[in-house]
């Protein structure tokens, strides 16, 4: 697949005529910021740094909270960067988290298994136990509507729920199973001023564990961001890179019209959020980072759907995460574009993990250019990726969503007439079987407006759906603007949810799709340009490369959207791609296949010029193509049986190049074959070639 270069000022700017300062754990402030005279703190670089300045941090832990407070300029930027080793991994770490060091002591007050922390410095907001994120319930007070939103049960306060016993069990709404409450949870805390409440799965004293805390605000909801490790606060033209932001209660926060920003390569594992974009932040690029979300109640991913452990503890942290944590709404995410303004891009990055959700897009005014392209999502127990209202023209490609309960979940509430349009292209979606939605649609009320969603090109394996829809997304009017065609779906059912949908007109458009659907009737809205094959086109694996085998149902036969084009009796304009024609037609699926020559003789040459007595003998070939001799990217086996079986593989050869070491008298067979982008052609014919005595 073709991919659109990205294109990224604060990267590629001329060398800044600035300043280069120095920042070091060992340093002192009262130094003059030189490599010989380092700082002590990134906080005091931040005061003295100007445009064209870099900012090189070195080696170490910065326990610190950082905002910035001057701007740089489009042709001199503020470049802050730490330090890497040779296998890429970050060395220079910003962490404000607090180290609890004094004994926890017990809460009689409040029950057994209860144990406190009295002289916090702040009201605590995160919690770390040997590095892995706790949960917490919102308030240790009255909660029963957040409870009973959760679990089928009576309770009422928040310490109620942190007094249940080790072996309790209770049945919650997400999986509607009877399981241990404390699976996928193992430890809550809450925090009331000063003071800090931890339970233990098991009730035990916590005082000889490695544990962390951070703060937000003492007179702040949990869902508010006010102490961010990092606030670029309505600054510009800034560059952070290669740096680990981890155990705050948020990494980042670009506010109040912040702009240009670049948060490139860092890695980021923070509680609420890693990166807050809000206050109507344009211009900003979140590129190549990575984003981790360490859970202690175990792991996190998709589980919808499956009774088995492993999946059991996935959706009690997700039950945790939206009902006891968040109040209704996953109080976690990786990425959080709330109100952000336009010419936001966010690529390359990897985003992996955690209760909530991978990356939250919701515009609190319509938002336009936002670009989402390159990305990995994966393992999030409630959406990968989160679209939210009021998009125009926000594109969604080149991604890979994989194993989180909603690969993609989108939720519509348009009171207005707002043209809004969201474009979902060349990604590729995986689940375990049956497990999981790829796509869930939530409409919150009826709608003025049908917001527009394009989903074309894409490739899917596994999950127990293609797409799942609220039962009020019905009552709504149904998803009259969504346009389904040109992918490819392997395995699960066409809707889940509301089988209603199946015999009534409430999708705009599904046609030139191939799918594996169950042995049912086509729905109402089934264009009849869909292909149904009887088996899976993949053998669906974590990792998967979705390509296009060849002689696929799905080769040249998709609807050509490059130019104006007809869908169920309407005409659309071209919609946006990334892709290159390889063939005569467009293929199905999110990867277009890759033709591949045949190579109908291999010449091989024995070349025998090697002194007496040297242990192998060298080898040269040459080889004909069948009318296309330009063709490279190949791949040569060889071996002493005459078969393809064999373990030595060449790859990328030339017209002419050597096999060494090959041993005397004996005969080696050879075979010769074109290999582009994982799709090999078929082999030639085989040639022997026997080695000599001396």
């Known amino acids: 697949m073709k991919i659109l270069s990205l294109f990224i000022p604060l990267l590629t700017l001329q060398v800044c005529s600035g300043t280069t300062y120095f920042v070091a754990t060992n340093g002192n402030n009262a130094n003059i910021g030189s490599s010989i005279s380092p700082w002590k703190t990134i906080g005091k670089s931040v005061s003295v740094a100007v445009a064209g300045d870099i900012v090189n941090i070195g080696q170490g832990v910065y326990n610190e909270f950082i905002t910035n407070s001057t701007s740089g300029t489009a042709a001199n930027p503020i470049r802050f960067i730490g330090a890497r080793d040779s296998l890429g991994r970050w060395l220079t770490v910003v962490d404000p988290s ?201 792991s996190c991913g998709a589980w919808e759907t499956s009774t088995g452990q492993t999946y059991r503890v996935r959706a009690s942290s997700y039950i945790c995460t939206k009902h006891l944590m968040g109040s209704g709404s996953s109080a976690q995410r990786h990425i959080y574009l709330l109100g952000c303004g336009s010419n936001i891009v966010v690529s390359g990055n990897s985003i992996t993990g955690g209760g909530g959700n991978g990356m939250n897009i919701v515009g609190v005014t319509v938002v336009p250019g936002i670009l989402v392209y390159s990305n990995s999502f994966s393992k999030s127990s409630s959406a990968g990726l989160f679209i939210g209202k009021n998009h125009v023209g926000t594109l969604i490609y080149g991604n890979a969503f994989s194993d989180s309960n909603a690969n993609i979940r989108t939720e519509i509430d348009e009171s207005g007439t707002i043209s809004t349009t969201v474009y979902v292209y060349r990604n590729t979606f995986w689940l375990p079987d049956n497990i999981g939605d790829q796509t869930y649609w939530f409409i919150n009320s009826t709608l003025a407006y049908h917001p527009t969603n394009w989903y074309y090109h894409n490739s899917f394996s596994g999950g127990q759906g293609h797409i799942f829809v609220s039962s009020n997304t019905g009552s709504a009017g149904g998803l009259t603007n969504l346009f389904v065609l040109n992918n490819i779906f392997s395995d699960g059912v066409y809707v889940t949810g509301s089988s209603s949908w199946l015999t009534t007109t409430k999708i705009g458009g599904w046609d030139y799709n191939l799918s594996t659907p169950p042995n049912i009737s086509n729905p109402t809205w089934f264009g009849g340009n869909n292909i149904k094959a009887t088996t899976n086109i993949w053998t669906s694996a974590e990792g998967m490369d979705f390509k296009l085998p060849i002689g696929s149902q799905a080769i040249s036969v998709a609807l050509d959207t490059s130019s104006t084009f007809t869908l169920n009796g309407r005409s659309f304009s071209a919609l946006p791609d990334t892709a290159t024609l390889l063939e005569s037609a467009w293929d199905m699926g999110a990867y277009e296949f890759v033709p591949v020559s045949v190579v109908t003789n291999l010449q091989v040459v024995s070349s025998y010029a090697i002194p007496p007595k040297t242990a192998g003998v060298d080898l040269s070939w040459g080889y004909d193509f069948a009318g296309n001799p330009s063709v490279t990217n190949l791949i040569l086996a060889y071996g002493t049986a005459p078969n393809l079986n064999c373990s030595n593989f060449f790859v990328g050869l030339s017209t002419n190049a050597s096999v060494v070491a090959l041993a005397r008298k004996l005969t080696y067979y050879f075979a010769i074959a074109t290999k582009a982008n994982g799709v090999q052609g078929p082999w030639s014919s085989i040639v022997s070639v026997k080695t000599p005595r001396n």
Request: charged share 10%; proline share 4%; with cysteine.
């Open 98 to 298: 607090f180290t609890v060091t004094n004994a926890w002591v017990s809460a009689p007050e409040i029950g057994s298994g209860i144990w406190k922390q009295t002289n916090m410095p702040f009201a605590t907001r995160e919690m770390r136990i040997t590095g892995k994120h706790v949960g917490y319930v919102n308030t240790n007070g009255n909660m029963s509507a957040d409870i009973s939103n959760g679990y089928l049960t009576n309770w009422v306060t928040g310490f109620e729920v942190m007094l249940q016993p080790t072996g309790a069990t209770v049945t919650n709404t997400g999986n509607f199973l009877s399981q241990p409450f404390w699976d996928g949870i193992e430890a809550l805390y809450c925090s009331t001023g000063n003071v800090t409440y931890l339970r233990l799965r098991d009730g035990s004293n916590p005082s000889s564990l490695s544990i962390k805390c951070a703060p937000n605000h003492p007179l702040k909801t949990y869902m508010d961001v006010i102490r961010p490790a990092w606030d670029l606060l309505g600054q510009s033209f800034i560059v952070l890179s290669n740096l680990n932001i981890s155990g705050g209660f948020c990494g980042i926060r670009l506010s109040t019209g912040t702009h240009n920003i670049t948060l490139s390569s860092n890695y980021f594992d923070n509680g609420w959020n890693n990166i807050y974009v809000i206050g109507g932040s344009w211009s900003n690029n979140i590129v190549n980072n990575t984003f981790s979300y360490d859970w202690y109640g175990g």
